[in-house]
C-alpha cells in the first residue's frame, strides 16, 4: 500500500538520550516534512526537505536534525532528548504539482521523562 | 504575526448540517486547506481553496473569501463517522502552512 511509515510508533524515553524517529514514503514524492502536534496547537513544522539532498528549518527546530539522503527515507533525530518535546510526531510528505497536499504518516508518540 | 482562529469544538446531530469556521491573518495567500483528522490518526486531505467561492465534494463543501481571510466547511447529513479533528490550514507568501489548532466536532444521534 502506497504510502509513509513511521517507527516507532511510540516510545518512552528517559531525558537526556538520544532518538532516532525514521519515516519512508513509497510515492516518490519530492517534498517531506517532520511536524509535532501538542494539545491546543496546530501542527508545527520542525524541518522539510524539498529534494533529496537538502533540507531546511521549521517553525521549531531547534533540539531536532534531520537528513534525507534519499527520496524515500527521511529520519528525525533528537540529539538529547528533554521533555518538552514530549509530542506527537507526524512525517508527512507531497509532489511538486498542483496544491501539493500533504500526505501524513501515521505518527510516533513520543514521551520524554 | 501569522494566526489562524477557529473553534476549538462543536457539537452537532447526526444527519444535521454543520459549518466550521477558520479565520486567518497570514503573510500573503497561497491557498487554505481542510484536514480531517480522527483521534489517534493521521490528518487527511479534505479540500483545497485558492480561489474565492465554494468547492463542493459529496457531503463537504468549502468556501473561501480572501478578502474577508475567512474559509468555512461545510458539512452536511452529518453521520457517526464524522466525529473529528477539522484541521484548517493556510500557504504563506513563502509557500509554508500555517495551521489552525484545529475543531473537535461532536456527532450526536
Known amino acids: 500500500i502506497a504510502g509513509i511509515t513511521q517507527a516507532p510508533t511510540s516510545q518512552i524515553l528517559a531525558a537526556g538520550r538520544r532518538m532516532t524517529l525514521r519515516c519512508t514514503q513509497d510515492?516518490?514524492?519530492?517534498?517531506m516534512y517532520w511536524y509535532r502536534q501538542d494539545l491546543g496547537l496546530g501542527l508545527r513544522l520542525i524541518h522539510y526537505?524539498?529534494?533529496?539532498?537538502?533540507?531546511g528549518k521549521g517553525e521549531v527546530p531547534d533540539g531536532y536534525s534531520v537528513s534525507r539522503a534519499n527520496t524515500d527515507d527521511f529520519p528525525l533525530t533528537l540529539a538529547s532528548a528533554v521533555p518538552s518535546q514530549t509530542s506527537v510526531y507526524f512525517c508527512a510528505s507531497s509532489d511538486s504539482s498542483g496544491a501539493n497536499v500533504l500526505t501524513f504518516g501515521a505518527g510516533s508518540r513520543l514521551t520524554v521523562l | 504575526g501569522q494566526n489562524i482562529d477557529q473553534p476549538t469544538e462543536m457539537t452537532a446531530t447526526e444527519g444535521a448540517i454543520v459549518q466550521i469556521n477558520c479565520t486567518y491573518q497570514t503573510s500573503g495567500f497561497n491557498g487554505l486547506f481542510w484536514y480531517q483528522q480522527h483521534a489517534g490518526e493521521a490528518p487527511t486531505f479534505l479540500s483545497y481553496n485558492v480561489l474565492d467561492g465554494l468547492e463542493e465534494k459529496g457531503r463537504f463543501s468549502s468556501f473561501l473569501s480572501r478578502s474577508k481571510g475567512y474559509s468555512y466547511l461545510l458539512l452536511k447529513e452529518l453521520q457517526m463517522k464524522d466525529s473529528a479533528s477539522y484541521l484548517c490550514a493556510v500557504r504563506d507568501s513563502n509557500y509554508q502552512l500555517i495551521w489552525g489548532a484545529g475543531t473537535k466536532l461532536i456527532i450526536k444521534p
Open positions: 510515492m516518490r514524492h519530492n517534498a
Open positions: 526537505s524539498n529534494t533529496a539532498g537538502t533540507t
